[in-house]
């Protein structure tokens, strides 16, 4: 078979593997390799499963993992021309990418980017990158893991993969502390201790293959893990209902659910969208007040999708309200999340109705020159940063800083109150019956009667 496979480093490796993952990890092995030996046996789902690779992973993936699994080096074996991938070289691996530290991991991710030793270029690292997030995509969807999202009920992602990589990848640092930014990232040489600091730095690269390998090649997949990174990878979705397509796009969406509250990541619920629940700031209002932590993003007439991280229920009040948990954020035309930096309070805004106070959703700046501001007047909004926003250091996220918006979409995230759990959802005139009253001494009456949504179930499975 293969000399002698109980060398010590690979019985150091096995040793990493509880009993249960030694024999899932044989399994796949003879499947992958199209044996049937002693584990195919001991493993009765191993034998039955068929030659996967090809279709749960796109093939530029299964190419790299080749290479990686091809560049374990089996010190004093002749294996340097041999077709086939050594049952230690899987193994080795295995352990290394799913087991290891950064520095173990670096060599065989240095052969997934490229197969010729030395430095690698940013282009390369790209390339490697958009794969990586393209399989983590094909690969969760073919084994319906993306929770209640469809590819179909949100954007396209092959923009989305492209902001991502590009995201990642705006944190490939130099020896000397710098950062290369594009065009000259393309063409800059990084060795392999800058991809190692990358790595280490960059969480996201470690997950991504962890899920890859783990979901792709069905190893490993199902058994308790040592991170819990991956569980909430990507949020369950609930109230995408019919035709609607959301904003988000898979990679945006686990990009923006890993920077939110580690107890906030594990669900989603559209609470509204502009396209379901009309063009109506009143409309909004009544959707989204009183429902705890949300995320707020829209799209204007420009094309630019960008949004903000709600850390508190919405309350419709003349004083700013949240926390240093709320940030803004970019998806289109680059992905990008912007923080707190301490220099005042004015995290989220919400008034309606009012003569001596703003009225509309903001968050972040001050009055008149928000970081990210919707008028009451429905429609209108604007993005001022010059040349950042005080509260959450963002630039312009709109296209022009007076905008026209397209469509604007909330999303509860976490769990969701329990005051509102099953109860109807209540319009902005029902939370404030003054400005019911004001209404009916003008003697206007209220165009909502009548057209509410029937009440949603909240524990609806989609």
């Known amino acids: 078979k293969m000399g002698n496979a109980e060398s010590n480093a690979y019985r150091n490796h096995l040793s990493r593997f509880l009993p249960e993952e030694q024999s899932d990890i044989d399994g796949v092995f003879d ?32 190419l790299r993992l080749y290479n990686g699994m091809k560049s374990v080096d089996l010190t004093g074996k002749s294996s340097g021309l041999a077709e086939k991938i050594a049952k230690e070289q899987f193994v080795i691996f295995m352990s290394n990418l799913l087991k290891g530290n950064a520095d173990e991991k670096i060599t065989i991710i240095m052969r997934m980017i490229s197969k010729v030793e030395g430095p690698v270029k940013g282009k390369q690292i790209q390339e490697f990158t ?28 092959a923009s989305g993969v492209k902001a991502l990589a590009s995201q990642l990848l705006s944190e490939l640092k130099l020896a000397d502390g710098t950062k290369p930014v594009d065009p000259q990232l393309m063409e800059t040489d990084f060795d392999q201790s800058a991809i190692e600091d990358w790595v280490y730095r960059v969480p996201q690269i470690s997950i991504f293959l962890s899920v890859v390998i783990r979901q792709g090649l069905h190893v490993l997949h199902s058994l308790p893990d040592q991170t819990k990174d991956i569980v909430n990878l990507v949020p369950s979705c609930k109230g995408i209902k019919g035709r609607l397509v959301s904003l988000f796009d898979i990679p945006s969406i686990i990009y923006i659910n890993s920077h939110l509250p580690a107890e906030l990541q594990h669900k989603w619920q559209l609470l509204f969208s502009s396209r379901l629940h009309g063009e109506s700031f009143s409309q909004l209002c009544g959707h989204i007040v009183k429902k705890g932590p949300c995320v707020v993003i829209l799209k204007d007439l420009d094309g630019y999708i960008f949004g903000g991280f709600a850390s508190h229920s919405w309350e419709v009040k003349p004083q700013f309200q949240g926390d240093n948990r709320c940030f803004l ?17 004015h995290y989220m805004y919400l008034n309606h109705g009012q003569q001596t106070m703003p009225n509309g959703l903001g968050m972040g700046g001050q009055h008149g020159y928000f970081g990210l501001w919707l008028d009451s007047d429905y429609g209108k909004g604007h993005s001022k940063a010059k040349p ?28 969701l109150p329990e005051s509102t759990e099953g109860k109807g959802k209540k319009s902005i005139l029902d939370v404030d019956p003054e ?28």
């Open 31 to 62: 499947t992958l390799s199209g044996s049937s030996g002693s584990a195919g046996a001991k493993n009765g789902k191993a034998t039955k499963k068929t030659a996967y690779t090809r279709e749960p992973l796109p093939e530029q993936m299964t």
């Open 130 to 157: 958009e794969d990586l997030i393209t399989s983590v995509v094909h690969v969760l969807n073919y084994r319906n893991e993306l929770k209640g999202w469809k590819l179909e009920n949100t954007r396209d992602s």
């Open 329 to 345: 954020f970019s998806v289109l035309p680059s992905l990008a999340v912007y923080t707190c930096t301490g220099y005042n309070d």
């Open 388 to 415: 950042r926003c005080t509260t959450y250091n963002s630039p312009q996220l709109s296209a022009k800083e007076d905008f026209t918006v397209d469509v604007v979409e909330v999303w509860a995230v976490g769990d």
């Open 435 to 462: 400005a019911q009253a004001f209404l009916e001494m003008a003697g206007k009456c209220r165009h909502s009667e009548g057209l509410r949504e029937p009440v949603e179930e909240d524990d609806d499975d989609n």
